[in-house]
Nanobody, 127 residues
Framework: QVRLVESGGGLVQAGDSLRLSCAASGRTFSGYNMGWFRQAPGKERDFVSAISWSGRRTNYAESVKGRFTIDRDNAKNTVYLQMNSLKPEDTAVYYC????????????????????WGQGTQVTVSS
C-alpha cells in the first residue's frame, strides 16, 4: 500500500495556472503508473491524466489536452499536474491515485484500476 498526499490546490481566476503535487510514501513508487482524477460537486470522479511508471508515456482526458501536463520525479516519489489556462469547469477536488498493478503496460483511465488514493486537493476557478 502507498500513502498519497496531494497539495497545490487553491482559488484562482480563469486563465491562471496551478501545479498540483502528489507525494507518495510506503511501497515502491517508481514501479507504478500514476493517475489524476477530479470530482466536481454532484458528479462522478473522472479521469484527468495518467503517467507510466517510467514517465515516458502519458494520457489525458480530451477536456484537458493541451492545457494540463503530468510528470513525475521518481527520485522524489512525487507526481505533478501542471494546469494552465484554467477554466471554471475545471473546478473540482483533484485526487491522485496509484495503479494496483506494478509495471502495467497500459495507462488505464478507469478508477477501478487504481488501488490507492490521496485525500484530494480543492481547485476552484472563478470566472
Amino acid at each position: 500500500q502507498v500513502r498519497l498526499v496531494e497539495s497545490g490546490g487553491g482559488l484562482v481566476q480563469a486563465g491562471d495556472s496551478l501545479r498540483l503535487s502528489c507525494a507518495a510514501s510506503g511501497r515502491t513508487f517508481s514501479g507504478y503508473n500514476m493517475g489524476w482524477f477530479r470530482q466536481a460537486p454532484g458528479k462522478e470522479r473522472d479521469f484527468v491524466s495518467a503517467i507510466s511508471w517510467s514517465g515516458r508515456r502519458t494520457n489525458y482526458a480530451e477536456s484537458v489536452k493541451g492545457r494540463f501536463t503530468i510528470d513525475r520525479d521518481n527520485a522524489k516519489n512525487t507526481v505533478y499536474l501542471q494546469m494552465n489556462s484554467l477554466k471554471p469547469e475545471d473546478t473540482a477536488v483533484y485526487y491522485c491515485a496509484a495503479d494496483s498493478i506494478r509495471n502495467r503496460v497500459a495507462l488505464i483511465t478507469s478508477r477501478a484500476a487504481y488501488a490507492d488514493w490521496g485525500q484530494g486537493t480543492q481547485v476552484t476557478v472563478s470566472s
